[in-house]
């Protein structure tokens, strides 16, 4: 049986507040609906059928998800966003055969969409009714101008008017029984719930590419934090638009070219699919970043834009669908001088142009400052490998400096001396022809077969080899850096999993039989000429 993973304490106290707020608002929501089912409505006016449907399935679907939401929100689901995970350049650099597992480990945070989705069905599952009750008189007509952001922010000097109606219904058609609860207090409630989800979303995605790129994190989150504005504006912008003019109760309004005057099913559905195509769009930043870090030349950087296009063409399509309400929303507020419907229609077009200015800079941005964190067990300075080994540390700092030379010039020192048994200077250019090996004692028993080895340059040597120990012993206790490079031990290293193309084994097959043979003919080089001097003492014998 497989062990559930928790993931931390925070998400524990996080699920426990949001089912006990959820579960609050369901159990009113199902009060209130029961309640506008059972109410008298006037003869004159068609019982408000799809309204309450439409209210029902919200808080059906909104319940069904939050069981839903228990698991991936306390346990480890293996997506990164969900988990709380950080992607790192080592995560970046894994080869996934199956697309699938890979869509769930980069898709959208399940607990946190979740959340977000049961939170707006819940705010918007009595959008419709409330402005039907206003259209029949069963509501107070003062609250035409009253949204769910008067219980929070005054936006018009008719707000106060209008809250202080708020509790009030016409009772001619209704019992005199009062209702057992308050509008205002789950309006107000089910709105800090849809903020507190959407603050959440702010967070939980932008947070994966942290360890990568701070500056995309911040970009992220600014981006989310636009939608998040818009579908606030929006939300509040489509209450008024429904009451004054989707349910035609202005009774004196002159017709000046409104494009959804009477349809308010029409607005629903289109501020539906426009809040659907923004959140969809937040989803496109996160695959435009793992496809940008993932690529590791110049040429696959250059040519990928194909995240951007799918963000431009997603920002065309809910322009699409902003056009007719934003159209009607300008109209209305000509009409009606509301401060909520000038500030919407200023923040659509602001909206826009902001999202259209990021997916610019994204796109024509190529170089990315990634953040490696890595702790690699191997570094190559100019060809040559140095292993680290953490059970034997030697500080260098002159290897940490920027001049390239400087930092291998001691490594170098053991390879290249024995090509210059005269001098003592360093090469400028690495031999690639060189091979060196080292014994127990980290001496060199392997040497180019094309210098002969004398006493005299085996004796220099070592003494060079001792200088060089002394002088990093002498570096080790004077000057300890938390920086270290380290000499390699030993023991040799395993080394890591690499897969090769069958070019690349072809040139290193044929480098290899080079190699042998080069080491064939100086063997037999050295052959014929211990024979050629036995022939010649003994003929002089």
Known sequence: MARVKLISLSRIWYTIIVVLIHLILVYYGIKQCYFNDRLLWPKSSPSPKFELLVQKICLLISLVLLFIFIYPSLCRIGNYSNDNRKITTADLKKSYIDIFSLLWQHCFSLSSTLHLIMSFLIIISTVLIHAKQIMVGVKDSALLWHTDFDLLFNWSSSTSIAMSMSKRLTTSNINSSSIPFSFDSYSRLSL????????????????????????????????????????????????????????????????????????????????????????????????????????????????????????????????????????????????????LLFITFIYEIIHILLILALWIYLTTKLNWNINSQENSSSRFYHGLKVQNNPMQTISLPELNKDKSYEKVRIFQSEIYYHNRPKNWSLPLNQQSSIMATFDNDDDIITRSPSYPITQNNNNNEIQYRNAIRKTLSSINNSHPQPKAVFLRSNTPPIPPVKKFTKEQVDAARLRAQQMIYQQQRALDYTQQQQRHSAALLISQV
Not at 206 to 213: A, D, G, L, T
Not at 224 to 244: D, F, T
Not at 284 to 301: C, D, G, I, V
Request: hydrophobic share 45%.
């Open 192 to 339: 800090l719930n849809f903020l507190f989800a959407s603050f959440i979303c702010i967070l939980r995605e932008p947070h994966v590419f942290w360890s990568i790129s701070k500056l995309f994190s911040i970009i992220y989150s600014f981006a989310i934090a636009l939608n998040v504005l818009q579908w606030c504006l929006m939300y509040g912008a489509l209450q008024l638009l429904l009451k004054n003019l989707c349910y035609n109760t202005i009774e004196s309004r002159n017709n000046i070219g409104y494009l959804l005057s009477n349809q308010p099913y029409t607005t629903f559905f289109l501020y539906l699919l426009l809040e659907f195509l923004i959140y969809i769009s937040s989803i496109t930043f996160y695959y435009y970043a793992y496809n940008r870090f993932k690529s590791s030349s110049n040429y696959e950087r250059c040519s990928n834009y194909c995240p951007s296009l799918i963000g431009i063409i997603i920002l065309l399509l809910y322009t699409a669908c902003k056009m007719p309400l934003v159209h009607d929303i300008f109209l209305l507020y000509i009409q009606t001088r509301l401060r």
